[in-house]
């Protein structure tokens, strides 16, 4: 049974096409049928799919066109419509197809696996010609909460939208896992940043594939080439689409050991490719606060061959449940459309030397005709209602279903996030505290040129030691895509001898303040250098607006003056006047000129970026023109493995070595805890600067457990996440060479007894989704083990 009807209405458009809109329903029961194809053929040929509301909406010329409907586990429908000018509307009801059980039949394998064998192997016969493609994309991600938590009230229900995004996207792929979107045209609800939306949801989330990545975590997808090893396929039953049978298959995981989804899969039975996927992962896939989290996507065959997404819905839900104080709902809807593949065309490679996604300039104006003709999936009620609301509660303080403290707790947080996005480089540029400048106050700019460059400052002044500071750099890319660039650097700063990243400037900030536990050793650095990098591989998100090629090459020269830094402040709010600052080790102060060379493969220093990495970094000080003559190499590594399914190793290797007269603040010291709290990969029952030495190495070895039995220990409030176990085990080692200029005692491991450094500990993983504690028994320099905690950020 299929039922239709349509009216001519008048609608406003910024172009000469016509409007084609409706809604389809179910024939029977009158609900709204989401994921339904619409084709339209004739004067251009367009596609379209309904929203959850069942909805649709295209833009044609005028003329005749032939419309087919079509749905998994609903009879296709065909109509033949003159398009007239304005537009016309066009109400479709499909009819269920008929649906036949799966027969009873004694065997040793059901007949769902052994469809899906044959899908799985013709995955496998194709998936290597598909080497590329290019397609069109449209992405909306509606966010919305409870009342309170949204700020306002839209009248309906509990429930009110708090922000919407929207992009239209050229996407990319390029095996074996390159991924490219350019955002066409974007808007947003005024309460978002137009610089904050980079919604792109391209084919990088595709059940087909082997993998699907949530939060960060690989889940085996039922199409992966061992899907029949961890899943049961039972077949359900099969019906009729326009000629063609669907099998309807439930999908159901083997093991609660193994990252894995429930749910079903539509395929087709002739072709052996999938039509529609509903999936939900297992409580092995930690979702934060125990979100619920569906993925609904369909897909279309092309070439008799390859099986590719169409559309997508991600529905996701959850409570943040706080100290069982309150419990903020929020719930994320992400739709996408994808159109107009084109499979194995030529791309320019340099597409994927971008970032993941890129906003094209034509973006940042909004352009009616685009919207008007590109439109493939219409807006709701609500989110229409949503954009004015939205403006106008913004425009209306008033209106505001807030409290006036909530109202002056988001006018504190907006001022200070504008510090953390460009032109600013950050809020630590602007306040800082150590033992040596003591209160520190300043500006951090970056500015991007017109002519292929960036340029930047930071400028302050440190209170205590009444000293200016100004670090200038100027950095100027050699082509279009910034892998080249030549960079010249100005300063007078304060420099740190350590390692700067494992306690960075917040984390010096916070203790040094708080309780006059300062982790740096500082000297005063004036100079300048001139540097050349090459990176390649796409851009990765570092912090901010930062971003980095995974791999670089980095050489250059740079001239400086070394001066002493003493102790000059004397304050914390915790601590009397009686308690002083740990001393700034002594340096060997003069000229130096150096030589700096360093490589870079999938790793930065700054966070982790790979599963695996390292970096190689050397120094040599020209003997007629330095102070000491002296050369160095660096070693710095990480690798991340899984050990079972449920089960990662992290591996950290570290190492330096000196040959010459080196001075002191060129020594390396074992990184360690500080004030109970800890970096990744440090000492966490080491004192703080315990051991120094111009040659050292470290190993550290974390091995996680997972959660043991995933979903049992999800306490509410404390650990919805799931607490991981893990367990430790570290070794360091220092030494100085004849030749080491040592201008006062320094403590090396190969002056004590036992020549190392080693502990070992065990720690609990992502308590309250974002904290680790740890427990760890010193074996070295003491007679008995010395045992301490520690607290970090959770290790993802």
């Known amino acids: 049974m299929i039922a239709f009807c349509f009216n001519v209405h008048a609608y406003a458009s910024a172009s000469d096409l016509s409007v084609l809109r409706g809604s389809i329903t179910d024939a029977e029961t009158g609900e709204p049928l989401k994921f339904v194809t619409i084709r339209a053929i004739g004067p251009e040929s367009k596609a379209a799919v309904t929203s959850k ?125 390159k991924f490219f979107n350019e955002i066409l045209q974007k808007r947003q609800t005024a309460n978002i940043p137009p610089q904050a939306n980079f919604v792109a ?86 979702l934060p606060f125990d979100a619920s989290f569906v993925i609904e996507q369909s897909f279309q065959e092309f070439d008799n061959r390859y099986s590719l997404p169409v559309s997508l819905r991600i529905y996701s839900s959850l409570s943040a449940e706080i100290l069982f104080l309150f419990a903020p709902r929020v719930d994320i809807t992400i739709e996408t459309v994808a159109y107009d593949y084109a499979i194995n065309t030529d791309i320019n490679p340099d597409v994927f030397e971008q970032r993941r996604v890129e906003v094209n300039e034509k973006a940042q104006v909004f352009d009616t005709t685009f919207w008007n003709e590109q439109a493939v999936l219409p807006l709701k009620e609500e989110e229409e209602q949503a954009y004015v609301q939205i403006q106008r509660a913004l425009d209306d303080p008033d209106s505001l279903a807030t409290s006036a403290f909530n109202t002056l707790l988001g006018d504190v947080s907006r001022f200070f996030q504008q510090f953390q996005r460009r032109p600013f480089t950050g809020f630590e540029n602007i306040l800082r505290y150590n033992r040596v400048h003591g209160a520190y106050t300043g500006i951090g700019l970056q500015f991007s040129q017109d002519f292929n ?74 100079g300048g250098g001139l540097y050349y990098e090459y990176g390649w591989g796409q851009l990765r ?64 220093p700054f966070r982790r970026i790979s599963t695996g990495g390292f970096i190689i970094s050397g120094t040599h000080a020209i003997t007629s023109l330095s102070e000491m003559s002296f050369s160095q190499v660096g070693f710095q590594s990480f690798l991340r493995t899984m050990t079972l399914p449920l089960w990662r190793l992290d591996l950290r290797v570290t190492g330096g070595w000196s040959w010459g007269d080196v001075p002191p603040q060129r020594f390396y010291s074992l990184e360690s805890s500080i004030s109970s ?120």
Request: hydrophobic share 40%; net charge neutral; proline share 4%.
């Open 53 to 177: 509301q069942g909805s649709y909406l295209l833009r044609l010329k005028e003329g005749e066109y032939t419309l087919t409907f079509s749905m998994v586990g609903y009879t296709s429908a065909t109509k033949h419509i003159t398009l007239p000018k304005p537009g016309l509307t066009l109400n479709m009801q499909l009819s269920q197809s008929a649906f036949r059980s799966a027969e009873v039949i004694v065997s040793a394998e059901d007949p769902g696996v052994k469809l899906m064998r044959s899908v799985l192997q013709k995955k496998q016969l194709w998936r290597d010609s598909l080497q590329r493609y290019t397609y069109m994309l449209y992405t909306k991600f509606v966010v919305s909460a409870d009342t309170l938590t949204a700020g306002r009230s839209s009248g309906r229900n509990d429930t009110s939208i708090f922000s919407i995004l929207e992009s239209y996207s050229k996407g990319y792929f390029s095996k074996p896992d």
């Open 201 to 286: 949801f391209g084919t990088n989330i595709n059940c087909y594939e082997d993998f699907v990545s949530i939060t960060g975590e690989e889940v085996f997808s039922p199409f992966h080439p061992d899907a029949l090893d961890f899943y049961d396929f039972v077949l359900e039953g099969t019906s009729l689409d326009d000629g063609e049978e669907i099998a309807k298959i439930i999908v159901q995981p083997k093991t609660s050991q193994r990252r894995l989804f429930s749910g079903i899969i539509q395929i087709q039975k002739r072709t052996f490719a999938p039509i529609f996927v509903s999936l939900i992962p297992n409580r092995a896939v930690k």
């Open 453 to 526: 460059a960036e340029t930047g400052i930071q400028a302050g002044y440190g209170w205590s030691d009444k000293r200016p500071y100004i670090d200038l750099f100027h950095r100027q890319f050699l082509d279009k895509t910034k892998k080249h660039f030549i960079e010249a650097q100005a300063y007078s700063t304060l420099s740190r001898r350590d390692n700067p990243y494992v306690i960075g400037v917040n984390g010096i900030n916070v203790l040094s303040f708080l309780f006059k536990n300062d982790y740096g050793d500082y000297f005063y650095n004036r």
């Open 541 to 604: 998100f570092l912090r901010r607006d930062e971003f980095i090629r995974p791999s670089a090459i980095r050489i250059g020269i740079r001239h400086e003056r070394h001066d002493p830094a003493f102790v000059n402040a004397n304050f914390a709010v915790f601590a009397s006047d009686s308690v002083t600052f740990r001393g700034n080790p002594l340096i060997a102060p003069g000229d130096y000129t150096m030589m700096n060379g360093e490589f870079r493969y999938q790793f930065t």
């Open 677 to 796: 709290t800890a970096g990744d990969g440090v000492f966490r029952g080491m004192n703080v600067k315990e051991f120094y030495g111009d040659r050292f190495a470290a190993v550290s070895l974390e091995h996680s457990f997972g959660e043991v039995i995933p979903g049992v220990l999800r306490i509410p409030s404390i650990a919805s996440f799931g607490i991981e176990f893990i367990l430790t085990g570290s070794m360091g080692w220092t030494d100085f060479s004849r030749a080491a200029v040592l201008l006062q005692q320094l403590p090396s491991t190969s002056q004590t007894n036992d020549m190392y450094y080693y502990e070992t500990g065990i720690a609990l993983n992502r308590i309250l989704l974002f904290f680790r504690l740890d427990f760890s028994a010193r074996h070295s320099q003491r007679l008995q083990p010395e045992y301490r905690f520690t607290i970090s950020s959770a290790t993802f």
